[in-house]
């Protein structure tokens, strides 16, 4: 699937070189892709006793496996996202070889998805425990309680975005991806907490630009990879304008992260509880790495307006998707350790 491609000739041997560098380049891309993936799953595996610690919070059971399950269906959800979303920005883009655009990775994403929310269903059946035995889950009790309910409708969602993944219609794959967000949004605001549906659609504009942000930035740099070399201009152009809609999406996440973070903590308490509570040091690792995030946006703009190549700017945009990765990781690990007691 690698974008270099060898210089065609008659001579087996003559080609044997170039084919060797793409082997060896996708082999590379292959390792590199594995230890970021090592990497971010070990934040939401060891994330909670380094939050937790020193700050006198018990964590709910198996919270390391939980958090490293939403970190899954984040990331399942960010993928079709982009898709759709650089799909449509491409057809801006006078002459972009659409034809030639990476393979879609939705219907793999589409089965993490189910799997991740699968296990998270289990828990939530188990009375939020960890089950040990398939006879520990009361799955009839699913129906009978809005966490259950909205766990079902996230696996069964999973499954409606495979089968859209792979059917002629792959447009369609927009109606199970806003069940899986407007899902996510309610069960993170319970109905005991004060304007529950505020939050929620704080929390639902949130994850929607998080994830158009995210899994945009992943497509637009699969596609530039795909024609760096027979439509390098087209490329240039799509990130130009991935990175215009960015901006925006960055205003939307930070305004509403704002507004979120002082509904959970009022702000007399911010200061404090962003060292002293295992959510508080959560967030300030979140926030640190979105500002990591912004500054690599803003070389990479900047590379892009203005040096002599804009395809430069690959480089900044490719440590920006990493960091991303990052940040998903870290948002999932939020939503699974304690929300902080408003004081």
Known sequence: MSAIRPTADTGGEAGEPGAARVSAASLRRSVTVLALVALAALIPLLGP????????????????????????????VCVPVGELFVARLARRVPGAPWEDAPRSWAPVSAAAGFVAALGLASVVA????????????????????????????EVNAFVVLGLCALS???????????AVAVAEALRAHPTTEQSPLAGSGLTLLHVTCAALWAGGLLYVLRTLLR?????PGEGAALLGLYARV??????????????????RMP???????????????????KVLLVVVVALLALWARRRLSRAADPLTAYSPARAEVVVLGLVVAVSAL????????RW
């Open 227 to 231: 024609w760096r070399n027979s439509a």
């Open 168 to 178: 002629r219609r792959p447009g369609t794959q927009v109606w199970p991806l806003a």
């Open 246 to 263: 960015a901006a925006v999406l960055l205003a939307a996440i930070t305004a509403t992260g704002v507004c979120s973070t002082l509904r």
């Open 334 to 341: 939020l939503t699974a350790v304690p929300v902080p007691i």
């Open 49 to 76: 006793s380094l939050a937790l610690s020193g700050t006198g919070e018990a964590a709910a059971p198996g919270v390391g496996g939980i958090a490293l399950l939403r970190t899954v269906l984040f990331a399942a």
């Open 126 to 153: 188990t009375g939020n425990l960890v089950p040990r035995r398939l006879s520990d889950m009361d799955i009839g009790g699913l129906y009978q309680s809005r966490d259950g309910a909205l766990a079902l409708l």
């Open 267 to 285: 702000p007399g308490t911010v200061v404090d509880q962003l060292t002293t509570t295992a959510y508080g040091r959560t967030l300030l690792a």
